[in-house]
């Protein structure tokens, strides 16, 4: 059990620039979650997969957001046209199957400028 | 949709006292609790979990309370030590769902 991988662990970008963050979840985990966690906060959720299909997405995953998890393995969030307020870290946990809490990533933090 | 509301924010103890941590949500659906331990610079790390048809779970110093009815759960921490400084998070899941809804956070510090 390697845990929950994300890349990268940091990102600092410019307003309008799109960027993409990948998540590669504990091995046999079919299920797969992002969340957001701005300073001081709770995580925020905003997607949830089962295997490769996208079952729940968050009113905060606005039309510039977009997840996938192609093949149910690793997933991508891309966020396009980047705004200041989308700085935050952005973390990605697994579970397997059945009611168990999700096992969370060390997170991407972006920044953007 | 659920709601979860933590307290305090911030807490300091001193070494080897208890640490209580208070939380309420809104949605009596709600049936699974987790609570998680976050360091600096790290993800959410699940340190105890209460399922709603149990009201008290036990996992050496730290222990968890659910009451239903008034709909509250507590984090107890007996005999800290320094490493458990930390943000400590309290979450719930709807019966339905899958998404976890989490507070706002507690920063606990240990004093030596």
């Known amino acids: 059990d390697t845990g929950v991988s994300q890349d990268p662990r940091h990102k600092i970008t410019k307003r309008g620039q799109n960027v993409t963050f990948r998540c590669d979840p504990i091995s046999e985990h079919n299920r797969l979650y992002w969340y957001r966690q701005t300073l001081g906060q709770g995580p925020e959720f905003l997607t949830y997969f089962q295997n490769e299909a996208q079952l729940e997405k968050s009113r905060l995953l606005s039309d510039r957001f977009s997840a996938e998890r192609p093949k149910g393995s690793f997933s991508t969030l891309e966020i396009q046209r980047t705004e200041q307020g989308d700085s935050a870290m952005y973390l990605c946990a697994s579970s397997p199957g059945g009611d168990r809490a999700p096992n969370f990533g060390p997170g991407t933090r972006l920044t953007v400028t | 949709g659920e709601n979860v509301e933590q307290h305090p924010s911030t807490l300091s103890v001193q070494e080897g006292d208890s640490a209580v941590i208070k939380c309420t949500y809104s949605?009596?659906?709600?049936?699974?609790f987790p609570w998680y331990k976050q360091e600096l610079g790290k993800g959410p790390q699940l340190i105890i979990d209460i399922r709603s048809n149990v009201g008290e779970k036990k996992d050496q110093r730290i222990a968890v309370t659910l009451n239903k009815t008034a709909k509250h759960f507590s984090l107890h921490i007996t005999e800290t030590q320094p490493e458990d400084s930390a943000v400590y998070f309290c979450a719930a899941r709807e019966a339905a769902g899958n998404k976890l809804t989490f507070g706002g956070g507690t920063r606990v510090l240990v004093k030596p």
């Open positions: 949605d009596s659906a709600s049936n699974y």
